[in-house]
């Protein structure tokens, strides 16, 4: 199925470089941008529960089934490009 | 003739033309999920994904296989965007939300009720923190192909987030650990929701 692959796709991404669930990708490259990643630190709870919603908010856009249009597009291309090479 | 009877340069260039389709199909999701974060409206995101596919596809000849497929898409449509956000204002983008929770599949029960608030507090954001933030914090980009994609200093990228972060820590009304209930955004934004429809 086009859309679940590509859903799993997405999913992995945003599980971060190393595989963390919760922003980790943010927090992992933030080092020199924001202060220490100490759990106790105010500013890195904060960070990481904005992190948790935003993958969340991305991951249940990726999740939507792809509209019919997008994929007959992509067919149409395909179909035009094997026609051309005729 | 069958695929293995045609010349080898043929073969090869099928073979191209099936990976790259395979790699647009795979992200796709993802295309559209930072369309509908851009835009919020989804005609427009659909619009817009369509738009990429097109010149993505016109101009599959300067995609470097091995390279990060995402970020090549990512640039494509921020350029649509932007270029249709000058022509047309602020018509394309969505400025609360609405339609990104009108798409989005059903989260758990208690992940519903606090995605619209987020949402809402996400959409408030202007467009250039909002397209970083979701780049490096959902999308998987590094900051460095988060910084080629706007075209601007890796330094701007994490200015950009960082302000982000604090704005949307603001309007979610969250200044400290205590905001966070039992350690997460998510528990504190269920928590006021709950008390306001009780209340």
């Known amino acids: 199925m086009i859309s679940s692959s590509g859903g799993e796709d997405a999913h992995d991404s945003m599980r971060g470089r190393d595989g963390d669930p919760g922003g980790g990708n943010l927090r992992a490259q933030a080092k020199d941008a924001t202060p220490p990643a100490d759990p106790s630190n105010k500013d890195y709870l904060v960070n990481d529960a904005i ?3 935003l993958q969340a908010h991305y991951r249940s ?4 089934p792809l509209p019919d249009r997008l994929l007959i597009l992509l067919a149409e291309l395909e179909a035009k490009d094997s026609d051309d090479d005729r | 003739m069958t695929d293995d009877d045609a010349p080898p340069k043929m073969r090869r260039v099928d073979a191209q033309t099936r990976d790259f389709r395979d790699g647009l199909i795979a992200e796709m999701p993802s295309l559209r999920a930072f369309a509908i974060s851009l835009s919020g409206r989804l005609e427009s995101a659909d619009d817009l994904v369509q738009e990429t596919l097109l010149k993505a596809w016109a101009n599959a000849h300067s995609y470097q296989p091995g390279t990060n497929m995402r970020a090549w898409l990512f ?16 018509e394309v983008q969505d400025t609360d939300g609405i339609y990104s929770q009108r798409l989005a599949t059903p989260a758990a029960q208690e992940g519903a009720l606090d995605l619209a608030d987020f949402r809402v507090a996400l959409a408030k954001l202007p467009v250039e923190q909002r397209e970083v933030l979701i780049m490096v914090g959902a999308s998987g980009l590094s900051y460095e192909e988060a910084a080629t994609v706007c075209n601007i ?3 701007t990228v994490k200015s950009r987030i960082s302000r982000a972060r604090a704005a949307l820590a603001d309007l979610l009304g969250i200044s400290g650990p205590e905001d966070l209930g039992a350690g997460s955004a998510t528990d504190a934004i269920v928590k006021r929701s709950t008390v306001g429809e009780a209340g």
């Not at chain 1, 856009?61 to 939507?64: C, S, V, Y």
């Not at chain 2, 640039?75 to 602020?90: A, D, E, M, P, V």
């Open chain 1, 51 to 53: 992190g948790k919603a």
């Open chain 1, 61 to 64: 856009l990726a999740d939507a």
């Open chain 2, 75 to 90: 640039t494509i449509l921020r350029n649509t965007f932007f270029s249709l956000r000058r022509q047309h204002g602020r």
């Open chain 2, 153 to 155: 200093a890796v330094g």
